[in-house]
T-cell receptor, first 114, second 117 residues
């Protein structure tokens, strides 16, 4: 899982509550990403960031928000507007956004909303 | 738009036998292709990538993949599978940088590999 940490590993929340997932990297990578993984499906991109204080929506950004105040950190907030938030969330980073470098993934956070 | 397909949901193979996981892709320009492996409740681990050059790419843990431009395929292979290779494998593609904005990978749906002793 490289130098990317995600916490907590498991997270339980009640419906209607916002929740923030942590992602920290010590790889000195410029680009960071958030993906959502559902059973039997591939990864879907939620948000990505090229540099501090800049981020872009991915394919399924509705109901999510992010911030990038520090190069090492890219927290994801799952808001109450996300209709089906229960999923496995993966954070990743890469050297650069605009090159062909591979992405390195964290261990993931499994979010369960009831 | 770029896309990738993994036609098999699951591949079963006996330990010691060759393992192949299939992947086909579609891009408008030159493809950058990646294979990742995921063990239960873990993040994805990078195995190998094709950017340019030799069509046969060697990666981690004895895996290799062959890029075939005419068939738009990038199948993952291992000559002799181990029980510990049992995991979920993802193929991913990215269009060439002049055509697409950012390092946005498109992932296939994944193929579960089960290696039996």
């Amino acid at each position: 899982d490289g130098g990317i940490t995600q916490s907590p590993k498991y997270l339980f929340r009640k419906e209607g509550q916002n929740v923030t997932l942590s992602c920290e990297q010590n790889l000195n990578h410029d680009a960071m990403y958030w993906y959502r993984q559902d059973p039997g499906q591939g990864l879907r991109l939620i948000y990505y960031s090229q540099i501090v204080n800049d981020f872009q929506k991915g394919d399924i950004a509705e109901g999510y928000s992010v911030s990038r105040e520090k190069k090492e950190s890219f927290p994801l907030t799952v808001t109450s507007a996300q209709k089906n938030p229960t999923a496995f969330y993966l954070c990743a980073s890469s050297i650069s956004l605009f090159e062909y470098y591979e992405q390195y993934f964290g261990p993931g956070t499994r979010l369960t909303v009831t | 738009a770029q896309s990738v397909a993994q036609p098999e949901d699951q591949v079963n193979v006996a330990e010691g036998n060759p393992l192949t996981v299939k992947c086909t892709y579609s891009v408008s320009g030159n493809p950058y292709l990646f294979w990742y492996v995921q063990y239960p409740n873990r993040g994805l681990q990078f195995l190998l990538k094709y950017i340019t050059g030799d069509n046969l790419v060697k990666g981690s843990y004895g895996f290799e993949a062959e890029f075939n431009k005419s068939q738009t395929s990038f199948h993952l292979k291992k000559p002799s599978a181990l029980v510990s290779d049992s995991a979920l494998y993802f193929c991913a593609v990215r269009d060439s940088p002049l055509k697409a904005a950012g390092n946005k990978l498109t992932f296939g749906g994944g193929t579960r590999v089960l290696v039996k002793p």
